[in-house]
Each structure stands twice: as structure tokens, then as C-alpha cells.
């Protein structure tokens, strides 16, 4: 008998589901949150089951995770986020040690045993200069895609410097620079090196071992990864798997877990 289950990261910015079946991933998706989750949610799950084949009676387990957990009307097994981050790190890469995820709004550094237990972490969701969404207003400011940030930040000259490491006052100092006639390349240099810092200051205050993996969607920004490896000293993994959904990795699997109690 197939053995097919579904998990869940639902999370104030975007929504990962992910289709495991047979412990490998069949299928998944990623979409921003939008309003009414309740219905965006049911409406998404099953866009990506139909890209699957799979029937939602095929489902055996579903756990899930996130700010929005509580809109998922399906039968579901409610998981700790630091949790299924790094049960779904160590899952894609089982030499993982140090998990730095980097979302929306927030970032977390968590310490992992052999087995992808977390034993430590920390976490910053009080200033999204280390997020995707202080990216995202930077992308906004100077017209640019945020998938053009990272490549855009590698052919600068030089990077400017950022002395402000809150995002609202960043987007200022950006807006700044500007009008100061600086190119749109040095400028990006100067975020991703400054959101790369930031991170790498939560990572410290953990304590990097090896391997070092980041997840989430800032770890698509190829310069700030570059600038957390120059701060830290420490290669940085990716995931081989889109970095947004190893949350929800982690969260179909630990609901896998409670069937074999």
C-alpha cells in the first residue's frame, strides 16, 4: 500500500504545500498568502494535488505549520516550526547541523543533532532587515524583480555602505543613494551584504557547526548567501529542493512520525 501524505507551511507571506508519497516528494507548490486564507488555502491544495494526480482521499496524513495553520480546515496534525525546519533540512541534507531560515517576516538559526532533533535556536521577528520582505522593498524602490537583487548585487564595483539595519530606515537610505547618483548595482551590493550580516550576527549567537543549510526564500539570493559565508567562515548549503518548502517537508513528515506511535 502507497503511503501518501501532505504538509503544510502556511506562513504570513507565502504558502508551501508539498505531496509526499513513498518518503520522496511528488509534487508542490509555492503561492503568496492572500486574503480569505481559508478558502485561498482549500483552493491552492487542491491546484497542486491535480498537478499531481493525486486525489485528496489519497492523502493518509497531512501535518502543517506556520502563522496560518489555524485556516486549515482539512484534518491535520498542528507542528512546531522550528521543528519541521529542521526535520526537513536534515531530511534534504542529512549532514545538516546549522539550519538558518530566512522567510517573510522573520529569521531563525537552529542547532540540529544527527538525527535533525533541534537541541538550540534563535529567532528575529521583531525587524525584517534580515527577511525577504525587506528585499522585497528595496526590489520595489528601484523598480527591479527580486529575483534580479542577487545576480544584479555580484557585478557591482563596490558595495555602498548601509549604517542602518532596520528595514524602514534601510528602504530610506536606499531611496538616498539614489539621489545621490549611486549605481542601482552598488546599491543592491549594499543591501544583500547588510541582510547577509545580519543574519550571519543571529547565527553567531547560536554557534555555527557543519554543514550550515539555509532555507527559506532569501536563500535564493545567491549575494546574500555569499555574504553570510564571508561572515560566518562557513560554506552554506541549499537545499537541492525549492528552499521555501522545506518547512513544509518537515511538517508532512512529522505527521508521518505519529502514525508509527
Given at each position: 500500500?502507497?503511503?501518501?501524505?501532505?504538509?503544510c507551511?502556511?506562513g504570513?507571506?507565502?504558502?508551501?504545500?508539498?505531496?509526499?508519497?513513498?518518503?520522496?516528494?511528488?509534487?508542490y507548490?509555492?503561492?503568496?498568502?492572500?486574503?480569505?486564507?481559508?478558502?485561498?488555502?482549500?483552493k491552492?491544495?487542491?491546484?497542486?494535488?491535480?498537478?499531481?494526480g493525486?486525489?485528496?482521499?489519497?492523502?493518509?496524513?497531512?501535518?502543517?505549520?506556520?502563522?496560518?495553520?489555524?485556516?486549515?480546515s482539512?484534518?491535520?496534525?498542528?507542528?512546531?516550526?522550528?521543528?519541521?525546519?529542521?526535520?526537513?533540512?536534515?531530511?534534504?541534507?542529512p549532514?545538516?547541523?546549522?539550519?538558518?531560515?530566512?522567510?517573510?517576516?522573520?529569521?531563525?538559526?537552529?542547532?540540529?543533532?544527527?538525527?535533525?532533533?533541534?537541541?538550540?535556536?534563535?529567532?528575529?521577528?521583531?525587524?525584517?532587515?534580515?527577511?525577504?520582505?525587506?528585499?522585497?522593498?528595496?526590489?520595489?524602490?528601484?523598480?527591479?524583480?527580486?529575483?534580479?537583487?542577487?545576480?544584479?548585487?555580484?557585478?557591482?564595483?563596490?558595495?555602498?555602505?548601509?549604517?542602518?539595519?532596520?528595514?524602514?530606515?534601510?528602504?530610506?537610505?536606499?531611496?538616498?543613494?539614489?539621489?545621490?547618483?549611486?549605481?542601482?548595482?552598488?546599491?543592491?551590493?549594499?543591501?544583500?551584504?547588510s541582510?547577509?550580516?545580519?543574519?550571519?550576527?543571529?547565527?553567531?549567537?547560536?554557534?555555527?557547526?557543519?554543514?550550515?543549510?539555509?532555507?527559506?526564500?532569501?536563500?535564493?539570493?545567491?549575494?546574500?548567501?555569499?555574504?553570510?559565508?564571508?561572515?560566518?567562515?562557513?560554506?552554506v548549503?541549499?537545499?537541492?529542493?525549492?528552499?521555501?518548502?522545506?518547512?513544509?517537508?518537515?511538517?508532512?513528515?512529522c505527521?508521518?512520525?505519529?502514525?508509527?506511535?
Amino acid at each position: 500500500m502507497k503511503m501518501i501524505g501532505m504538509g503544510c507551511d502556511i506562513g504570513t507571506s507565502a504558502t508551501k504545500i508539498v505531496i509526499m508519497k513513498d518518503g520522496t516528494v511528488a509534487g508542490y507548490g509555492v503561492t503568496l498568502t492572500k486574503d480569505k486564507p481559508d478558502q485561498a488555502i482549500e483552493k491552492f491544495i487542491n491546484k497542486v494535488l491535480s498537478n499531481t494526480g493525486i486525489s485528496l482521499s489519497d492523502i493518509k496524513y497531512c501535518g502543517s505549520t506556520g502563522w496560518g495553520t489555524k485556516f486549515l480546515s482539512l484534518d491535520h496534525s498542528e507542528e512546531s516550526l522550528i521543528k519541521c525546519l529542521s526535520k526537513g533540512a536534515h531530511w534534504t541534507v542529512p549532514t545538516a547541523r546549522t539550519v538558518i531560515d530566512a522567510g517573510g517576516l522573520s529569521s531563525t538559526a537552529i542547532s540540529v543533532n544527527e538525527k535533525g532533533k533541534p537541541m538550540e535556536y534563535r529567532l528575529n521577528d521583531k525587524c525584517a532587515s534580515g527577511s525577504g520582505r525587506f528585499l522585497e522593498m528595496v526590489a520595489e524602490a528601484l523598480e527591479l524583480k527580486i529575483e534580479e537583487i542577487g545576480p544584479l548585487s555580484l557585478s557591482a564595483k563596490e558595495r555602498v555602505h548601509m549604517t542602518s539595519q532596520c528595514a524602514v530606515f534601510g528602504e530610506s537610505e536606499v531611496i538616498a543613494h539614489v539621489n545621490a547618483g549611486r549605481e542601482v548595482a552598488d546599491i543592491v551590493a549594499g543591501v544583500t551584504y547588510s541582510v547577509g550580516l545580519g543574519l550571519s550576527t543571529l547565527v553567531k549567537r547560536l554557534g555555527v557547526q557543519r554543514d550550515c543549510v539555509m532555507t527559506g526564500g532569501v536563500a535564493k539570493n545567491v549575494a546574500v548567501v555569499k555574504a553570510l559565508e564571508e561572515s560566518i567562515g562557513v560554506e552554506v548549503k541549499i537545499t537541492y529542493f525549492d528552499s521555501q518548502i522545506v518547512g513544509a517537508i518537515g511538517a508532512a513528515l512529522c505527521a508521518q512520525a505519529r502514525l508509527k506511535v
